[in-house]
């Protein structure tokens, strides 16, 4: 089966800053991969699939890319409402796979 | 508007059973895969079964198999999942997550999960 690993585990930004995390499948897996927010106390939401495709109704400051094994979630300018933690997910065929999160906090 | 709704959850004892069922509304529920996903207190997200739209074939996580069953009702649009030889590693909320289509992996839709606690 393929892994999903993403990193950082964790990070501490401050209101305004880009931030980057990265997601990475242990065997290509093309675009098949989206993006998962899930903020405090709150259900995951879907952000982007397709690897660069935003959902309807996500702020445009949010962005992904990437193909094959490595991807990458970037959000341009971090605002409080986006502390959350971010899972990615392989969907090419099952196990549909999730990572294990990155936790986005500000300072 | 898309709906989910889990019910089901509860407190049961190791080697119990438990079944979840998830009533969907706002969409043609024939035409969709659907999926169970877990979370675990504190922890991320685990995928544990999907079924395809249709006929329904049915996949599991190794963490699950042979112990889970998911199945659908298509006449009532409502998931389910039976649960068996529940563990303590099982404790978790369960949430039923809608596919963009028949065999789709991609999951757009979420309900607000139903809890599982297995202790004794």
């Known amino acids: 089966d393929i892994q999903m690993t993403q990193s950082p585990s964790s990070l501490s930004a401050s209101v305004g800053d880009r931030v980057n995390m990265t997601c990475r499948a242990s065997?290509?897996?093309?675009?098949?991969l989206a993006w998962y927010q899930q903020k405090p106390g709150k259900v995951p939401e879907l952000l982007i699939y397709?690897?660069?495709t935003l959902q309807s109704g996500v702020p445009s400051r949010f962005s992904g890319s990437g193909s094959g094994a490595d991807f990458t979630l970037t959000i341009s300018s971090l605002q409080p409402e986006d502390v959350a933690t971010y899972y990615c997910q392989k969907y090419d065929s099952v196990p549909f796979t999730f990572g294990p999160g990155t936790k986005v906090d500000t300072k | 508007e898309v709906h989910l709704a889990e019910s089901g959850g509860g407190l049961v004892q190791p080697g119990g059973s438990l079944r979840l069922s998830c009533a969907a509304s706002g969409f043609t529920f024939l035409t969709h895969s659907m999926t169970w996903v877990r979370q675990a207190p504190g922890k991320g997200l685990e995928w544990v079964s999907s079924?395809?739209?249709?006929?329904?074939?049915?996949y599991y996580a190794d963490s699950v198999k042979g112990r889970f069953t998911v199945s659908r009702d298509n006449s009532k649009s409502t998931l389910y999942l039976q649960m068996n030889s529940l563990r303590v590693e099982d404790t978790a909320r369960y949430y039923c997550?809608?596919?963009?289509?028949?065999?789709?992996?991609?999951?757009?839709?979420w309900g607000q999960g139903t809890l599982v606690a297995v202790s004794s």
């Open positions: 079924i395809s739209g249709g006929s329904g074939h049915p």
């Open positions: 397709d690897a660069s």
């Open positions: 997550v809608k596919a963009t289509g028949i065999g789709s992996g991609l999951h757009d839709t």
């Open positions: 065997q290509g897996i093309s675009t098949h």
